[in-house]
T-cell receptor, first 109, second 116 residues
Framework: SQQGEEDPQALSIQEGENATMNCSYK?????LQWYRQNSGRGLVHLIL???NEREKHSGRLRVTLDTSKKSSSLLITASRAADTASYFC?????????WGAGTKLIIKP | DAGVIQSPRHEVTEMGQEVTLRCKPI?????LFWYRQTMMRGLELLIY????????DSGMPEDRFSAKMPNASFSTLKIQPSEPRDSAVYFC??????????????FGPGTRLTVL
């Protein structure tokens, strides 16, 4: 089953701009994770944020988590053509990892 | 570490044939997941194992699908008989379950299955 919903479903921006993707979920969680999938490849883990954290950074990535609104956002700063991919959020609780439908990000050169 | 290994990478078969997909998880991981991904349905969890035991197989589409994990370093997903609607990319992933929640999952490269 899928509980996460990414928003938007697709996003197209110019190289150098910032890209923001959102994820909403329905039940309480232990952590929330973001993954990237390049076309034709497996998913790659980007970042994990625990339920007691509000913000986390990793390189050009910034993730926020608002447990009161049951939502998270992924910000990619100074986007590059190589960031073109699909991005998925996944929530972890009670021995399950539940996936959203993904946001397709296209970075135009 | 070689990461999660899946074989074959591509499989083309005819309707009615048996298909077996294989996965070798990362050494030391105690959880293994089988996913199916299609354009129409996105990423679907089929089954997951913890310490070689199937924990949740509610995502397995029907009796034609079966999965086994005879030991900590090997798992198979079998489709018998295969149908054209089974065409998809099948991913295997492994992870470690700690303190009641999952850490990151490591995905294999996937098996692209085409059933004619």
């Amino acid at each position: 089953s899928q509980q996460g919903e990414e928003d938007p479903q697709a996003l197209s921006i110019q190289e150098g701009e910032n890209a923001t993707m959102n994820c909403s979920y329905k039940t309480s969680i232990n952590n929330l994770q973001w993954y990237r999938q390049n076309s034709g490849r497996g998913l790659v883990h980007l970042i994990l944020i625990r339920s007691n954290e509000r913000e986390k950074h990793s390189g050009r990535l910034r993730v926020t988590l608002d447990t009161s609104k049951k939502s998270s956002s992924l910000l990619i700063t100074a986007s590059r053509a190589a960031d073109t991919a699909s991005y998925f959020c996944a929530t972890s609780s009670n021995y399950q990892l539940i996936w959203g439908a993904g946001t397709k990000l296209i970075i135009k050169p | 570490d070689a990461g999660v290994i899946q074989s074959p990478r591509h499989e083309v078969t005819e309707m009615g044939q048996e298909v077996t997909l294989r996965c070798k998880p990362i050494s030391g991981h105690n959880s293994l997941f089988w996913y199916r991904q299609t354009m129409m349905r996105g990423l679907e969890l089929l089954i997951y194992f913890n310490n070689n035991v199937p924990i949740d197989d509610s995502g397995m589409p029907e009796d034609r699908f079966s999965a086994k994990m005879p030991n900590a370093s090997f798992s198979t997903l079998k489709i018998q008989p295969s149908e054209p609607r089974d065409s998809a990319v099948y991913f295997c992933a492994s992870s470690s379950l700690l303190a009641g929640s999952y850490n990151e999952q490591f995905f294999g490269p996937g098996t692209r299955l085409t059933v004619l």
